[in-house]
């Protein structure tokens, strides 16, 4: 088969994102035309893709034939009449919408007819910037992410006025690029941006709600959830002066939707100058660029003389008295805990004081145990606010006996995972329900753009529907808060399942 002939590709901006865009695409054969504002700009993306490429030969990881022809295909432009002829014109100027409606305005009468406008725009409405061009319908979002030749992921975005055809293109271009090309709709967010506003804003939460410290909320996420990092970590990695806004902006952008919403601490500390790695100091201090690990305190000695484990969820409750039976702990089998037994039960959703009323059991010798997640890296004790001293630490004492560590936490709907996570999922369902993306393209974009464990739709197959919707009635329920109402696609999903597992009366 003959294959197609490589397009020529105008890049207008040449900072981080203009430079990854040009060296993708000069790499797979693609004539590269450079042009910046700034004068000099260009030539100093040619130059920069032209060392990188330099240290990729002496890595071994490319050939200098290779590097040397592709450095041919990048030419430096100096005005914009140079895009005449391009095939695609992307733009990656700075995220400002009329900077960039008059860019494009500027671009039409000099692009052919068929030449495709396409935008890197990461949160701007793709309608709106084609808004008022002759030809609206060949403008749509390609949008890559930093740093592009590593993160092999970009959105092509249909505005409401897009060809089809256009769209179309463009993936195959992004294919060609090395990238794996997932379609979306303009919508704030798109699916990467949108899908990841869960595992932020929900830690955020839960830090607001005192549940736990920024280090164990990134230390409980990290181990148990197999997330690469956790929030806090991210966000001072990226910078509050970066995240915030962005933040923020979703949440408008939804009106105010719930699910979106922010917390106050983050726009206190961007107040005070609290970034991050790069000014210091952000959720953690760092010394010349690298984080200051607080070492974790020592596991109390005490053990409880037996444990009592609730058998309400007897898959849980089988992986917690499995555990007690491995660490050497003695196992209280009866019906109800004898009087001095360490009362453990196995929320989904729930927190511990509910459950120490619903099955009428002591507080003061009750905590909870997240079963849901992996058991081997790290465990996570929940107390109620009753839970007395001596029984927390024999929890704590005892689950660490084999030298995992324990993350001990205040009484919450859903633990820390299980909140998290399940956030993650609902927020997926929704885009799923608004086919703003297919579910294997927000499975896709999720795990190549934000790195995730699993992408939130497959990670909501494996725990189970049931269980996830189960998870957020829970909360729903008992925090009243708007932004853990279940999506209709899982409630939908989790009657399906339900029907399939109940025989036939």
């Known amino acids: 088969m003959a294959t197609s002939p490589a397009p020529v590709l105008g890049v207008v901006g040449c900072g981080a994102m203009g430079r990854g865009i040009a060296q993708i695409a000069a790499q797979a054969g693609i004539a590269v035309r450079l042009f910046d504002a700034r004068p000099e700009g260009a030539a100093e993306a040619r130059s920069g893709v032209a060392d990188a490429w330099q240290r990729l030969v002496t890595k071994g990881k490319m050939a200098l034939a290779d590097a040397e022809a592709a450095v041919e295909r990048l030419c430096v432009c100096h005005g914009l009449e140079a895009m005449a ?76 006025l897009t060809d089809a055809a256009v769209v179309d293109a463009l993936v195959a271009l992004g294919q060609r ?14 699916i990467v941006n949108h899908a990841g506003r ?19 909320l990134d230390r409980i996420l990290r181990d148990t959830a197999g997330f690469k990092m956790g929030p806090c970590e991210l966000m001072d990695l990226t910078g509050l002066d970066v995240s915030h806004p962005v933040m923020e902006s979703v949440y408008r952008q939804f009106y105010d939707e719930p699910r979106f919403r922010p917390q106050p601490l983050t726009r206190q500390m961007l107040a005070a100058g ?78 511990t004081t509910t459950l120490a009323v619903r099955e009428r059991l002591d507080p003061a010798r009750t905590v909870a145990v997240d079963a849901l997640f992996d058991l081997g890296r790290r465990r996570v004790v929940m107390t109620s606010p009753v839970t007395s001293p001596a029984m927390r630490d024999a929890a704590q004492g005892l689950l ?13 709907t ?71 109402r279940p999506s209709p696609w899982l409630r939908r999903r989790a009657l399906l399942a339900k029907s399939l597992l109940t025989p036939e009366a």
Request: glycine share 12%; hydrophobic share 45%.
């Open 85 to 160: 002829g391009c095939d695609v014109v992307v733009e990656a100027i700075v995220e400002e919408l009329e900077a960039k409606r008059a860019l494009l305005r500027a671009l039409e009468p000099i692009v052919g007819e068929g030449c495709i406008l396409a935008t890197n725009t990461s949160s701007l409405s793709v309608t709106a910037m084609a808004a008022g061009l002759s030809r609206p319908k060949r403008v749509a979002g390609f949008h890559f992410f930093n740093p592009v030749p590593l993160m092999k992921v970009v959105e092509v975005v249909a505005g409401l």
């Open 177 to 190: 690029m090395g990238h794996t090309a997932v379609r979306a709709k303009d919508t704030p967010g798109f």
């Open 198 to 216: 869960g595992f932020g804003t929900e830690g955020l939460r839960i830090l607001a709600e005192d549940v736990t410290s920024a280090p164990d």
């Open 274 to 351: 609290l970034l991050g790695r790069k000014a210091g100091r952000g959720f953690y201090a760092y010394e010349e660029g690298v984080q200051v690990r607080a070492p974790e305190p020592p596991a109390p000695a005490t053990r409880p003389s037996s444990v009592w484990v609730s058998g309400a969820r007897p898959q849980l409750a089988g992986r917690i008295v499995e555990l007690v039976r491995q660490l050497g702990g003695h196992v209280d089998d009866g019906t109800v805990p004898a009087a001095s037994s360490l009362c453990v039960v196995t929320p989904l959703g729930e927190d």
């Open 400 to 412: 660490a006996a084999d030298g995992v560590p324990v993350s001990v936490i205040r009484d919450s």
């Open 414 to 484: 859903g633990l820390v995972a299980q909140r998290v996570v399940a956030t993650i999922i609902n927020i997926a369902c929704d885009i799923a329900q608004q086919r703003i993306a297919t579910p294997e393209d927000v499975d896709r974009a999720v795990v190549l753009g934000l790195g995730y464990p699993h992408g939130p739709l497959a990670w909501g197959d494996r725990l189970g529907p049931v269980t996830v919707l189960e998870i957020l009635e829970a909360i729903h329920g008992l925090s009243g808060d708007p932004r853990y």
